[in-house]
């Protein structure tokens, strides 16, 4: 069982990812399986498996768990029909009734320190405020402010993580951007956002 085990990590990881157009920041993580296209990615943020990312600028310190799709493409909706066969580009089917340009190149913000929880579907052009929290399975199609836990479908508003005063604070910080020589010098106070405040009001 154990040598199993291992074996499907193994068959797990050899997929690898596909990243096309895209900056990832070096201490960040792609995980196996997942498409990356035309997005960018800032430090220390990871992205697990089977995702599919479009068209998309990621904060630091983002957490996104597996079979999260963010910004995929749009069809045209004013138009007779919504098929690809009619509009210019390559798609999966290869018949083409005409040449139609069709541009849908709205950027998806995910901002710092966000956590996106397994199987969430966010809507290209949506912006989702640094600190937030996606809850599992939600579909995402407006924006979502600073600091706030949404979920469901269509996702809404559950609640603040903090105090108004607390969140104003913490994104007045901006925490996100310190060297490491600060994220150390800090990081004992990370486990309490009150006293995290009082500390860095002392620099």
Known sequence: MILTYFWAKILKKVRCSAIINSKIHKTSKIESGSHIVNSK??????????????????????????????????????????SPVFRKGKDS???????????????TKIGHDVW???????????????????????????DVLPYTIVGG????????????????????????????????????YFTDPVKFIKEIKKI
């Open 41 to 82: 990615f800032e430090k220390h943020s990871f992205c697990g498996y089977n995702c599919e990312i479009i068209n998309s600028e990621i904060g630091s310190f983002c957490s996104i768990a597996n079979n999260v799709i963010i910004g995929a493409y749009q069809h045209p909706i004013n138009w007779v029909s919504t």
């Open 93 to 107: 089917v290869k018949t083409k009734f005409s040449e139609h340009s069709y541009t849908d190149c709205k950027i």
């Open 116 to 142: 996106i929880g397994n199987n969430v579907l966010i809507k290209n052009g949506v912006s989702i405020g640094t600190g937030s929290i996606i809850g599992m399975g939600s579909v995402v199609t407006k």
């Open 153 to 188: 479908v269509p996702a809404r508003e559950i609640r603040k993580r903090f105090e108004i005063e607390i969140i104003e604070e913490l994104v007045a910080s901006e925490w996100w951007n310190y060297d490491n020589h600060l994220l150390k010098k800090y990081a004992n």
